[in-house]
């Protein structure tokens, strides 16, 4: 059944802790993402991009992906899975899924 996408927006605002106020310190996505990697969907007008498995396989590529195509390929945000990109102007910013705090690093 296809899903709308307000509906899949959802799904992922759920990892949006910052709802209102975004951490701006945070990592940003470097490069421009100017169009799903999967459907094509103009990612210009969209509030999240998700950055994962962008294929149904057992060794997927990755790609920048709309919250529909992550619906489908990548619901599950955690750092090494998928990460969530948040927009603020012109820049992604990431607000889940990226590396655990530095204490937690083992260098
Ligand atoms: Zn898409």
Request: aromatic share 10%; hydrophobic share 40%; proline share 8%.
């Amino acid at each position: 059944m296809p899903i709308d996408h307000a509906a899949a927006q959802a799904l992922f605002v759920e990892y949006d802790k910052a709802a209102d106020v975004l951490d701006e310190s945070g990592p940003i996505w470097h490069g421009d993402i100017e169009n799903c990697d999967v459907c094509s969907r103009p990612m210009e007008p969209e509030i999240y991009m998700i950055d994962g498995p962008a294929q149904a396989s057992a060794q997927p590529m990755w790609g920048n992906m709309c919250v529909i195509c992550a619906y489908k390929l990548s619901l599950k945000i955690e750092w090494g899975i998928a990460q969530l990109y948040r927009r603020q102007g012109s820049h992604w910013y990431l607000i889940a899924g990226g590396p655990p705090p530095r204490d937690d690093w083992d260098l």
